[in-house]
């Protein structure tokens, strides 16, 4: 099967995406954690949610994922005839 570059962007962005929702909970402070409370916001806020640095990681991780993936569907180890058995679906 032939992938056009849309679809590998599309496959890219849904990878990079879970991805960076398991990153963001890594190194946030709370307020409470730290000991200084900025009136009029929740005691759990974060202190500083450093999204560049998690933006940055996300990407790095993403990529690995994204080659990792491709070479291990090019290499014939998964297919999607055998994705499809393993589900019980026809194709």
Excluded: C
């Excluded at 500083?48 to 291990?72: P, Q, Y």
């Amino acid at each position: 099967m032939v992938y056009t570059i849309s679809t590998w962007a599309a496959i890219y962005f849904v990878i990079w995406w879970l991805t960076l929702f398991t990153t963001l909970p890594f190194g946030v402070r709370s307020q409470h954690e730290e000991g200084v409370s900025t009136p009029g916001t929740d005691p759990g806020a974060p202190v500083a949610s450093l999204i560049g640095r998690k933006m940055l990681w996300t990407t790095i991780i993403s990529a690995i994922i994204f080659a990792v993936s491709m070479f291990v569907y090019h290499m014939g180890f998964v297919s999607l005839n055998g994705l499809a058995k393993l589900m019980g679906v026809p194709y």
